[in-house]
């Protein structure tokens, strides 16, 4: 087998190969990692045959389904997964050939009720059903201790002791461990009663995951994040620094158009001199009657680059070729010293 572990943060995935035929899977892709995910595919010679996600994750984004358009490879889920991209279902016992290597779906509700183990030669991929001296909690949307309880005591447990644990979070750096040493030291498995341990998991008053909402939102549906939208609009556009902004409004004749597109207090609060307002929510209605020349050289900003980003990139899409965005905003624009106009727009 060829594996790669790759962390971002606390979660983990992995890239596994069969040696013989370079056929691959990625499990638990996060969005960030694209790139690293095809840069140690391409350096071990493996084709990615599979991505695979282990469960809906709430804390995190999942890469999948981009790489699955970039790959033209399925997107591989448990058969319950609410997602409408997984293209690939598996049911429990089910098994991915992988060259030589087999995969087989262990459907573990609890953490999620999509949530399923893939075992796979020595070792075990157990999500978030089981952690290294912890468990998946229980208190998310589908979560339930009791399904919990007996993925782990009358399912998971009951495999190989020397099976290596492979989780798919850790937060203290360990790469994994085996079910039998979790067996014997994790606190959570030493609660062997179900009812006490559904207590236990009912009263760990844990706090929320950051961006819940918006990644069961995006993992569930199949939509894009706020991060996702803004990095896709960036590599559809060129910026242009302060620096040059700052140049040009000494140019005589200059023709660029500043299009200031925050909302109108913060506009005659201070912007570049000679910018026009059009807030960004207007824009689609007044493009036509502001910007009747397509071909003319536009400048967006806003307060720190984000919005007009997204401004940039659909003026472009509506055939202003020659849009640019502001880097760093009027925020950088204001601590770099430049001038400022105040007052409603001329």
Not at 121 to 130: A, I, K, N, P, Q
Not at 245 to 253: I, K, P, T, Y
Request: aromatic share 6%.
């Amino acid at each position: 087998m060829i594996f790669e572990q790759i962390a971002t943060g606390g979660c983990q995935s992995y890239l596994m190969g069969c040696a013989e035929t370079r056929s691959a899977a990625l499990i638990d892709p996060e969005i960030s990692q694209l790139d690293q995910y095809l840069a140690l595919a391409a350096r071990d010679g493996l084709h990615i045959r599979y991505l695979i996600d282990t469960h809906t994750h709430a804390d995190h984004f999942s890469g999948a389904r981009k790489l699955a358009e970039r790959l033209q490879a399925p997107v591989v889920m448990f058969r319950s997964s609410p997602a409408p991209y997984a293209d690939l279902r598996l049911g429990d016992g089910e098994m991915l050939m992988l060259g030589k290597m087999r995969i087989e779906a262990l459907h573990t509700p609890g953490h999620t009720s999509d949530s399923m183990c893939l075992r796979v030669e020595d070792r075990v991929f157990t999500g978030d059903t089981l952690l290294i001296g912890g468990s998946g909690r229980t208190d998310l949307p589908t979560g339930d201790p009791h399904s919990l309880y007996d993925s782990l005591f009358n399912r998971l447990l009951k495999l190989d002791p020397a099976l290596m644990v492979f989780p798919a979070h850790d937060y203290k750096g360990r790469k994994h461990s085996t079910l039998g040493e979790e067996i014997a030291s994790n606190p959570r498995l030493q609660v062997r009663d179900e009812a006490a341990f559904v207590e236990m998991m009912n009263t760990l008053n844990l706090s929320m995951p950051t961006h819940i909402t918006e990644a069961l939102r995006v993992n569930m549906s199949g939509g894009k994040s706020v991060a996702q939208m803004l990095d896709e609009a960036a590599e559809s556009v060129p910026f242009m620094s302060l620096e040059s902004l700052r140049a040009s409004l000494d140019q005589v004749g200059n023709a660029l158009v500043v299009l200031d597109v925050r909302e109108r207090d913060a506009y005659e609060a201070g912007h570049v001199p000679g910018a026009r307002l059009l807030p960004r929510g207007q824009l689609e209605l007044r493009v036509n009657q502001e910007l009747p020349d397509p071909t003319q050289r536009i400048l967006v900003c806003c307060e720190v680059g984000k919005v007009s980003t997204l401004a940039t990139a659909t003026l472009r899409e509506m055939g202003f070729a020659s849009a640019v965005a502001l880097d760093g905003g009027m925020k950088a624009w204001r601590e770099a010293g430049y001038p400022l106009q105040t007052g409603a727009s001329a």
